[in-house]
C-alpha cells in the first residue's frame, strides 16, 4: 500500500509537469501565431508602401522610362522602378504566407 501511494505520488508529479508543460507550449504556440499575424500586416503595408512609391516614379518619369535610347540615368531609373515592383509583390506574398499559411498551422497545432 505504501508502495502504492509513492507510485501514485510520483505519477501525479510527473503529470503536473506534463500540464505545467503543455500550458507553456500552448503559450509559446500562441505567441509564434501573434508574430505571424502582426509580421503580416508589417509586409502587406511595405508591400502597399513599395507599390505606391512604384506608382510615384512611373507616373512622374513616365515618358523617359518608356524611351529605350534615353539617358543611363534613366536606365537605372527604369531598373529601380523594376526592381521595387518586384520586391513589393515579393512581400505581398510573404504577408500573405505569414498572414493565411503560418498563422493558421499555429492555430491547427494549438488546438491538436
Known sequence: NAEMNKIRSQFEDHLECLDTRLENQKTEISDIQDYFKRRADIERKYSKDLEALNKHMTNKHRENLQNKEAASSTAILRELVKETRKTGRNHAV????FGT???GRCGT???D
Open 109 to 111: 497545432i494549438s488546438s
Open 94 to 97: 510573404v504577408g500573405e504566407i
Open 101 to 103: 499559411e503560418m498563422s
